[in-house]
C-alpha cells in the first residue's frame, strides 16, 4: 500500500471512485430493503436491474478500458489491427443480442436468459486475467480469445433481455417509463465510470491481471444481486409458457456453441463484415415480414421504428471512437497530467450520472407544455451534437500546433458533447423500442436494436484502423483530418433527421398507442412523448 503522502492524481481519482461505489451500494441497500413496494416512486425491482446491471456494465467497461492498450503493449498487435479487433469484438457483443433476445421471447423468458448470460460473462471476465507473457506468437493468446467469446455470447443473452424486463415493470403508457429508463441508464454509467477507473488504474499501476480481474468480480457481484432479487422483479421475465427442462437445456447448449463460433469468428475480423452484411439484411427482411402482418398503425409503428436503428451505425460508428482511437490518441497527443489514459474513458459515463437528471426533468417539464421534441427529433439533435464534439477536439489541436500536446480541456469538450448527444438518443431509443415495438416481438426488436449499434461498432473498428495510415500506426494529423470529416458528416445528417422527424413521429401513431393489457383508450397528450397515447389511471389527473 503506498503511503498517502506519495499518492498521485491516479491514486486519488481510484480513491475517490472506491469511495463512491461503497456509498452507491449503500443507497441501493437501503432502497430494497425498504417495506414499501415502491422507492422514490419506482417498483424496487427497477433498482435491482439497476445494481445488477451496474456491475455488468463495471466489468464490461472496466475491460473495454484497457482493451485497445492491451492489444497493442501485451499482445504486440500495430494500432490498425488493433482497432480492427476492437471494432470486431464490440460489434459482435452487439450482434448476439438478436438470438438472446429471440430465444428468450419463443423459450427461456428474459430473467433466466439473462441469469445464463450472467454466468457466462463471469466467466469471461475472469478468463481475461490469464495475460501470459505476451506476443501474437504466446499460445496464452487462445485464452484471450476465448475470453472475448464469452463474453460476446454472455452479453447476447443479458443485454437486450434485462433491458426488456426494465420495461415490463410498468404498463405501456406509463407516465414513469422513460424516467424509469433514465435510472436504469444512470446504473449503466455508475457502473462503467467506477470500472473504468478502477480496472483502468490497476490495470495500468499494478498489472494487466489485477485490471481484468477486478471487471471478474464486478460480474461476480452483478450476478449475485440478480439472483437475490428475483422475488422483487414481481415475476416479470418468466418463459412465454411453461419450458421443459430438455428444451432450457437446450437453449443453454446453443449458448456453448455461440462460444465456440465467437471463438472462431473473433480470430478472423474480416469475416465478421460480411456476417453482419448477411445476418442484417435477413433480420431486417424478418422484422418486416412480421410487420406487414400486423395492422395499419402497429405496422406504421415498426416502420418508425426501423428508422430509429437506421441511425444506430452512424451514431455509435462516431461514438465508439472512444474506445478505439480517441483512446490511443488521448494517451499519446494529449497533456494527461501523469493520469493514466484508461481513466479518461470515466469521462462520459460520469458526464452522464450528472446530466441525465437533468435531461429527465428537461423532457418532462418540456413535455407538461407541450414543447418536447419528439423522438426522431432528439435523435437528429444527438447527431448534431455528436459531429460538432469533434470538431470541438480538432480545434483544440490546432490551437497548440502540431507539436504541442493538446490540452486536456479539449477531451472534455468532446466527450461533454458526445454524451449529451447520447442522452438524446440512448435512453429515448431504449424506451422507444420497448413502447412501440408488439409484445411477441420486443425482445427481438430489441435485439435489433443492440444489432445496429453492432454495426457501428464495426464501422468504429474500420474509422479507427484508418487513423493508422498505410503502416499500421496512428498519427496526429490524419487522426485530426478524419475527425473533422466524420463530425461534418454527422451534423449534416442530424439536421435532415430533425427536419423529417414530423413525418416519423405521425408513422408512431402515438395519440392511439394503448396498454396492451389495460386496454386504455387513447387520451390527449398529457405530459411526456410517452403518454401520448393514454395516460395510465394511476397517474391520470382529475379534472
Known amino acids: 500500500m503506498k503511503d498517502m503522502s506519495l499518492w498521485n492524481e491516479g491514486d486519488w481519482i481510484a480513491a475517490i471512485a472506491s469511495v463512491v461505489l461503497m456509498v452507491f451500494l449503500a443507497a441501493g441497500a437501503f432502497a430494497v430493503t425498504r417495506k414499501s413496494p415502491e422507492v422514490g416512486g419506482h417498483p424496487k425491482g427497477l433498482y435491482i436491474l439497476f445494481f445488477a446491471e451496474m456491475w455488468e456494465r463495471f466489468s464490461y467497461y472496466g475491460m473495454r478500458a484497457l482493451l485497445i492498450f492491451y492489444l497493442t503493449q501485451h499482445w504486440l498487435f500495430n494500432d490498425s489491427a488493433s482497432n480492427i479487433v476492437y471494432g470486431a469484438y464490440v460489434s459482435l457483443v452487439y450482434i448476439t443480442p438478436v438470438l438472446g433476445g429471440w430465444l428468450a421471447d419463443r423459450y427461456l423468458g428474459q430473467r433466466k436468459a439473462v441469469l445464463f448470460g450472467a454466468v457466462l460473462l463471469t466467466f469471461g471476465h475472469f478468463l481475461m486475467a490469464f495475460e501470459g507473457t505476451g506476443g501474437q506468437n504466446d499460445p496464452t493468446i487462445n485464452i484471450f480469445w476465448l475470453a472475448l467469446s464469452f463474453i460476446i455470447v454472455g452479453s447476447g443473452f443479458l443485454k437486450a433481455n434485462i433491458s426488456v424486463i426494465v420495461g415490463q415493470l410498468y404498463p405501456r403508457t406509463d407516465v414513469r417509463r422513460d424516467g424509469a429508463y433514465t435510472i436504469f441508464y444512470m446504473g449503466i454509467n455508475v457502473g462503467a465510470a467506477i470500472g473504468t477507473i478502477i480496472a483502468g488504474y490497476l490495470g495500468i499501476t499494478l498489472g494487466w491481471a489485477y485490471g481484468f480481474g477486478a471487471a471478474g468480480i464486478g460480474m461476480l457481484l452483478g450476478l449475485t444481486v440478480f439472483v437475490l432479487g428475483k422475488p422483487l422483479l414481481l415475476g416479470q421475465g418468466e418463459p412465454p409458457k411453461p419450458l421443459a427442462m430438455n428444451t432450457e437445456m437446450v437453449m443453454y447448449g446453443v449458448g456453448i456453441v455461440g462460444v465456440a463460433i465467437m471463438w472462431v469468428l473473433i480470430q478472423y475480423q474480416s469475416v ?50 472512444a474506445g478505439g482511437s480517441l483512446n490511443l490518441f488521448t494517451d499519446r497527443y494529449v497533456d494527461l497530467g501523469g493520469v493514466p489514459a484508461p481513466i479518461f474513458q470515466s469521462i462520459n459515463p460520469i458526464y452522464i450520472i450528472l446530466l441525465a437528471p437533468l435531461f429527465a426533468w428537461l423532457w418532462t417539464f418540456l413535455g407538461r407544455r407541450g414543447l418536447e421534441p419528439s423522438t426522431p427529433a432528439k435523435f437528429g439533435l444527438g447527431l448534431v451534437q455528436l459531429g460538432f464534439g469533434f470538431l470541438v477536439l480538432v480545434w483544440g489541436a490546432a490551437s497548440v500546433g502540431i507539436d504541442a500536446k493538446v490540452p486536456v480541456i479539449f477531451l472534455f469538450g468532446i466527450y461533454l458533447f458526445h454524451t449529451t448527444g447520447e442522452l438524446c438518443l440512448s435512453p429515448v431509443g431504449l424506451s422507444a423500442m420497448n413502447r412501440l415495438s408488439p409484445k411477441h416481438l420486443a425482445s427481438l426488436i430489441m435485439g435489433a436494436w443492440f444489432f445496429a449499434t453492432a454495426g457501428g461498432n464495426y464501422v468504429a473498428g474500420m474509422i479507427g484502423a484508418a487513423t493508422g495510415g498505410e503502416d499500421g500506426v496512428m498519427s496526429r494529423q490524419a487522426t485530426m483530418d478524419i475527425y473533422w470529416q466524420i463530425g461534418l458528416i454527422a451534423m449534416g445528417v442530424g439536421v435532415v433527421v430533425i427536419l423529417i422527424s414530423g413525418l416519423v413521429k405521425k408513422l408512431m401513431h402515438l395519440d392511439t398507442l394503448q396498454d396492451a393489457d389495460d386496454h386504455l383508450t387513447g387520451a390527449p397528450a398529457a405530459g411526456l412523448e410517452a403518454q401520448e397515447g393514454g395516460v395510465h389511471p394511476a397517474t391520470r389527473p382529475t379534472a
Do not use: H, N, T
Not at 304 to 311: E, P
Open 272 to 321: 465478421v463484415g460480411g456476417l453482419m452484411l448477411l445476418s442484417g439484411a435477413l433480420l431486417l427482411a424478418y422484422v418486416l415480414f412480421e410487420a406487414f402482418k400486423l395492422d395499419k398503425e402497429p405496422r406504421e409503428r415498426m416502420y418508425a421504428v426501423l428508422f430509429l436503428i437506421a441511425l444506430q451505425p452512424l451514431f455509435w460508428g462516431l461514438f465508439e471512437q
